[in-house]
């Protein structure tokens, strides 16, 4: 594994890295904390189609069991590197309306946590991602399920849970824009990044 591409993480950085390119802007993306609450959110429903929990109103950002997140769940990362490219290749698919991790894509999480726990100063933050259909809000939750989905074999592997962030992006960065059967496929992903300290840190 050879990382490439590090960027310095602060706040703004974040903000604008993950907003380039979104579809639509009128939500902001959701920050979640590292380890509160459970793998299901919203109503509860796993369907990109369905209604599910409400993900911020009038430019607040909450998380969907009501609590409020703001940025503080990247803050204390703040002091380290992004590596897009270091686990590009363990990229997690789900099914249609799922957020279960299916087995073929186990080894790609189980390789991450071998990563981790060999380099121990390093964190990695986990992006959830949902193809176009459905609402906005009911994919924003969808992405922080699949999100929590791989966190929770993160940790069931032995990664610290405080070395570990979640965020969803719904549907707002598509790896793939096309409006195919095989693009949503793309899109309904899990993505790690790698987070390490700046030199002298």
């Known amino acids: 594994m050879k990382p490439t591409n590090y960027i310095p993480i ?23 904390p590292s380890i509160k609450g459970g793998g299901t ?15 911020g109103e009038e430019g607040g950002v909450t998380s969907t069991d009501g609590g409020e997140v703001g940025l503080t769940g990247l803050e204390d990362f703040e002091n380290m590197l992004m590596d897009r490219e270091a686990f590009a290749a363990q990229t997690v698919y789900f099914g249609f309306d799922r957020s279960e991790i299916e087995p073929g894509d186990t080894d790609n999480v189980n390789a991450v946590a071998e990563a981790l726990s060999n380099s121990p100063q390093n964190k990695v933050l986990i992006e959830g ?7 906005e809000e009911y994919n924003r ?3 922080e399920r699949r999100a929590l989905s791989i966190r929770d074999i993160l940790v069931e592997r032995g990664v610290s849970a405080d070395r570990i962030r979640t965020m969803t992006l719904g549907e707002d960065r598509p790896a ?7 693009a949503y496929r793309l899109n309904r992903r899990g993505e790690f990044v790698l987070l390490t300290p700046k030199p002298g840190n």
């Open 129 to 135: 991602h949902c193809d176009e259909r459905g609402t």
């Open 176 to 182: 793939d824009p096309s409006l195919t059967e095989s």
């Open 41 to 55: 959110t919203g109503n509860g429903n796993e369907s990109e189609t369905g209604q599910g929990g409400k993900i």
């Open 141 to 143: 939750a969808l992405g």
């Open 10 to 32: 602060t706040l703004a950085s974040l903000v604008m890295a993950f907003s380039v390119g979104c579809k639509k802007t009128d939500k902001p993306n959701t920050f979640l």
